[in-house]
């Protein structure tokens, strides 16, 4: 445990006393004429945890709740109770300090069960805010290309292909084995690029390739779906 550490853990311990917890209280904003004066806050389980932007933030030393933006006719019990219902400390039936050894380290092992579940709690919104913000990272690296392999708009998939000679002329790589199959204008380079993979597989002339179109023995046609989407992307009369 660092130096820091056991002082903030001292300090911690020293909130069970409603003594200590008053002292916390050396800027507060609100006179003795409101509800809320230290003294009614120390007694309700609050200490000071005051920050330049929020002088009047203060915490429970049992349940850890954090409250700020009080008003002058705020009573701290009550706001305790409907910002925290469940506190152990609203559950107190005497005094801290005539409680004996044994209800002491109860209320203990209770109030470091609340101070674990705070800091998971903290450290997961910090984690899901990086998580946030390396997606949106990540999507600056990322482009959808449209396909001149698709007959329709499939904004999810993304094929291969690379112009050859003029604007028009694309050369078809096909996605299931990745071999050259032909080049053709781009108007029709789809239909024939799934027409002789699926006429080449058919004949059993394209043994090597393991992802090929399934048949439907009910339907006498040959279905062509894309890889990445499943995207069906035409239909061939079996011969």
């Given at each position: 445990?660092?130096?820091?550490?056991?002082?903030?853990?001292?300090?911690?311990?020293?909130?069970?006393?409603?003594?200590?917890?008053?002292?916390?209280?050396?800027?507060?904003?609100?006179?003795?004429?409101?509800?809320?004066?230290?003294?009614?806050?120390?007694?309700?389980?609050?200490?000071?945890?005051?920050?330049?932007?929020?002088?009047?933030?203060?915490?429970?030393?049992?349940?850890?709740?954090?409250?700020?933006?009080?008003?002058?006719?705020?009573?701290?019990?009550?706001e305790?109770?409907?910002?925290?219902?469940?506190?152990?400390?609203?559950?107190?039936?005497?005094?801290?300090?005539?409680?004996?050894?044994e209800?002491?380290?109860?209320?203990?092992?209770?109030?470091?069960?609340?101070?674990?579940k705070?800091?998971l709690?903290?450290?997961?919104?910090?984690?899901?805010?990086?998580?946030?913000?390396?997606?949106?990272?990540?999507?600056?690296?990322?482009?959808?290309?449209?396909?001149?392999?698709?007959?329709?708009?499939?904004?999810?998939?993304?094929?291969?292909?690379?112009?050859?000679?003029?604007?028009?002329?694309?050369?078809?790589?096909?996605?299931?084995?990745?071999?050259?199959?032909?080049?053709?204008?781009?108007?029709?380079?789809?239909?024939?690029?799934?027409?002789?993979?699926?006429?080449?597989i058919?004949?059993?002339?394209?043994?090597?390739?393991?992802?090929?179109p399934?048949?439907?023995?009910?339907?006498?046609?040959?279905?062509?779906?894309?890889?990445?989407?499943?995207?069906?992307?035409?239909?061939?009369?079996?011969?």
């Open positions: 445990m660092s130096t820091q550490q056991y002082i903030q853990t001292k300090k911690e311990l020293m909130m069970h006393l409603e003594a200590e917890r008053l002292k916390s209280f050396e800027n507060w904003p609100f006179d003795e004429s409101c509800r809320c004066t230290p003294a009614k806050l120390a007694k309700a389980g609050f200490y000071s945890c005051a920050t330049e932007n929020e002088p009047d933030a203060v915490q429970c030393f049992m349940c850890f709740k954090e409250l700020d933006g009080w008003e002058p006719e705020d009573d701290p019990w009550q305790h109770k409907n910002h925290s219902p469940s506190c152990p400390f609203l559950q107190l039936t005497q005094p801290l300090e005539s409680m004996t050894c209800q002491v380290l109860k209320l203990e092992m209770t109030r470091n069960k609340n101070k674990s705070k800091i709690d903290k450290t997961l919104n910090e984690f899901m805010d990086t998580v946030s913000g390396v997606r949106d990272e990540m999507k600056n690296f990322t482009e959808i290309v449209p396909s001149p392999m698709h007959s329709s708009d499939s904004e999810k998939c993304e094929m291969e292909s690379t112009p050859v000679f003029g604007d028009e002329a694309f050369c078809m790589i096909c996605p299931f084995c990745r071999h050259e199959i032909i080049t053709a204008i781009s108007y029709n380079a789809g239909t024939l690029c799934w027409f002789l993979c699926g006429l080449m058919f004949l059993g002339l394209w043994l090597g390739c393991c992802l090929v399934f048949y439907v023995n009910a339907v006498k046609d040959c279905v062509h779906s894309c890889p990445n989407c499943w995207q069906i992307l035409g239909r061939f009369n079996r011969l």
